[in-house]
């Protein structure tokens, strides 16, 4: 059974960092992609950035390209959310996705929630003064 767990969500100021780490355990996701997505109140869960593992290539959304650098520990079957520059704005839960399907090129330029089957609990980011 497949499983990632979030952590590193926590209240921080505007302008502030955090670092997210999204633990993958029962599989391998080396050669598969992993992503984040986010969802705010009242709102749908959003993709926010993916990485290819075989390649490293990456993918965001245009709210955070700048602020946000994902990244992945092959060794430790780990992915990060590098997240700077916070605005309050960036307030969500965050979730870990991934899945076991090989990566294809997406056709909307950008990976969607359908292209993952593997998600975690989420962890909870609140940018605020």
């Known amino acids: 059974q497949v499983q990632l767990v979030e952590s590193g969500g926590e209240q921080v100021q505007p302008g502030g960092s955090l670092r997210l780490s999204c633990a993958a355990s029962?599989?391998?996701?080396?050669?598969?992609?992993m992503g984040w997505f986010r969802q705010a109140p009242g709102k749908e869960r959003e993709f926010v950035a993916a990485i290819i593992w075989s390649n490293g290539r990456t993918y965001y959304a245009d709210s955070v390209i700048g602020r946000f650098t994902i990244s992945r520990d092959n060794a430790k079957n780990t992915v990060y959310l590098q997240m700077n520059s916070l605005k309050p704005e960036d307030t969500a839960v965050y979730y870990c996705?991934?899945?076991?399907?090989?990566?294809?090129?997406?056709?909307?330029?950008?990976?969607?929630?359908?292209?993952?089957?593997?998600w975690g609990q989420g962890t909870q980011v609140t940018v605020s003064s």
């Open positions: 996705a991934g899945t076991l399907r090989p990566y294809a090129p997406y056709s909307s330029g950008r990976p969607k929630e359908a292209d993952f089957d593997c």
């Open positions: 029962g599989s391998t996701f080396s050669s598969y992609p």
